[in-house]
């Protein structure tokens, strides 16, 4: 392992389960697709394979998006955000990110939140 991965793989801060949530994001749109959870080698596989890795928390495994279903995300880029416990990953979506079949796992959940103006200045 480089220094510079070990440095990246040392700067994520993991929850008290090893975890750490990472949002996925289409790089050119900036749709938001799905969230997932990484532990620290499904970070290192993310980050040195150009392909997203997830660990499952009920199947206790990881899991490559798309290895079974085609629907793979390929890394465009990541990033910590300030604190370094959440990652952003933007991706190069194929077909659908969500189990469901649709594009995005927030698709047609509205929850009917009250929407306002920004204040005028």
């Given amino acids: 392992m480089t220094n510079d991965l070990t440095n990246q793989l040392d700067a994520a801060v993991f929850s008290n389960d090893g975890l750490l949530p990472a949002v996925i994001q289409q790089w050119d749109t900036h749709e ?7 532990n620290r080698e499904a970070l290192r596989r993310t980050l040195t394979s150009g392909r997203v890795t997830f660990w499952s928390r ?16 390929y890394v465009q880029s990541a990033a910590f955000d300030c604190d370094s416990d959440t990652l952003l990953v933007q991706v190069d979506q194929v077909g659908a990110a969500c189990h469901t079949g649709t594009r995005t796992c927030f698709d047609g959940r509205d929850l009917g939140a009250l929407s306002m103006e920004r204040p005028k200045e």
């Fill in 32 to 38: 938001v697709l799905m969230l997932g959870w990484m």
């Fill in 58 to 73: 009920s199947r206790q495994e990881f899991w490559r998006k798309g290895d079974t279903s085609g629907h793979a995300q």
